[in-house]
């Protein structure tokens, strides 16, 4: 478990600007610096991510289903538990807003607290990639001795996921408290 949230730590950090880094990946990414555009900007984001997440959710229904087709019901069930993970973070991050209210009327969000949180959605997009790229090697791995370590790589991806979104919403959380 350490070396996971070594793994999320790592993910978290960067070199390059945290606020760089995310509009990079969101062009038309506002940020949250604007009091005005702060529940936009997160409701945009929200939104992007869960698209990205229930894209691959799809993907891993997809294999289960040729799976069944082709009678490899064992694996059906394996690959069940990220399409659980992938699917129930999709939806926590679509369902966020309520608890998120705080930070986002706040007047001054602490800077800090907002790198972590660009820090976080900036991860959050990383882990599609490579969730995206854990389905593709099961994809080539159907037939082979890899495919077991493949789907157990993206159960672990799954599971990392909702652990990066329940510390960003650690932060969230945190900083409208205080």
Not at 11 to 21: H, I, L, N, Q, R
Request: glycine fraction near 8%.
């Amino acid at each position: 478990m350490d070396d996971m949230m070594n793994q999320i730590q790592g993910k978290v950090g960067s070199e390059m600007d945290p606020f760089k880094k995310l509009v990079s990946k969101i062009p038309g990414f506002s940020g949250y610096v604007e009091r005005q555009n702060r529940r936009d900007s997160d409701k945009m984001l929200r939104e992007i991510v869960a698209s990205r997440f229930e894209e691959q959710w799809q993907r891993v229904s997809a294999i289960q289903r040729d799976f069944i087709s082709q009678g490899e019901i064992q694996h059906v069930d394996d690959l069940e538990a990220a399409a659980i993970k992938l699917r129930t973070f999709a939806d926590r991050i679509r369902r966020a807003s309520r608890g998120y209210s705080g930070l986002f009327d706040a007047v001054k969000i602490n800077e800090e607290e907002l790198a972590q949180l660009y820090q976080y959605d900036s991860a959050m997009l990383d882990l599609a990639d490579e969730v995206g790229h854990a389905i593709d090697n099961i994809e080539v791995s159907v037939g082979t001795d890899g495919l077991p370590a493949a789907i157990r790589n993206l159960v672990s991806k799954s599971r990392e996921c909702i652990e990066v979104f329940d510390k960003r919403e650690e932060v969230v959380l945190g900083g409208s408290a205080g």
